[in-house]
């Protein structure tokens, strides 16, 4: 079983930055052979992927969308994942939700995630 809990949203004016975290707890300290990722979900659309990180934090993925801007990483020791947004626009407002994978891989699909995060807020004003 794996709790996550996101932080770290918040308004924000376009260009400007914000960093997210997603604070694991996984039974048995197991929190660093899943996969975790990053999604969001705007009003009235579908969650979409934005990011993901391999178990060993060596391999990364991004959405087109957020490839330059945004960056993913992973303390293991701290069993917490980082998402660094940068450039932000006032289409990247959503609340975003981390997720773990127990495949390892940080995978795009939804369907391979067990465990997703609450969500936390993120707007970005024009």
């Known amino acids: 079983q794996v709790q996550l809990v996101e932080s770290g949203g918040g308004l924000v004016q376009a260009g400007g930055s914000l960093r997210l975290s997603c604070a694991a707890s996984?039974?048995?300290?197991?929190?660093?052979?899943?996969?975790m990722g990053w999604f969001r979900q705007a009003t009235g659309k579908e969650r979409e992927f934005v990011a993901g990180?391999?178990?060993?934090?060596?391999?990364?993925y991004y959405a087109d969308s957020v490839k330059g801007r945004f960056t993913i990483s992973r303390d293991n020791a701290k069993s917490t994942v980082y998402l660094q947004m940068n450039s932000l626009k006032p289409d990247d407002t959503a609340v975003y939700y981390c997720?773990?994978?127990?495949?390892?891989?940080?995978?795009?699909?939804?369907?391979?995630?067990?465990?997703w995060g609450q969500g936390t807020q993120v707007t970005v004003s024009s």
């Open positions: 990180i391999g178990w060993s934090g060596r391999s990364t």
């Open positions: 997720a773990a994978d127990n495949y390892g891989q940080g995978s795009a699909q939804q369907v391979v995630y067990d465990y």
């Open positions: 996984a039974s048995g300290g197991t929190f660093s052979r899943y996969g």
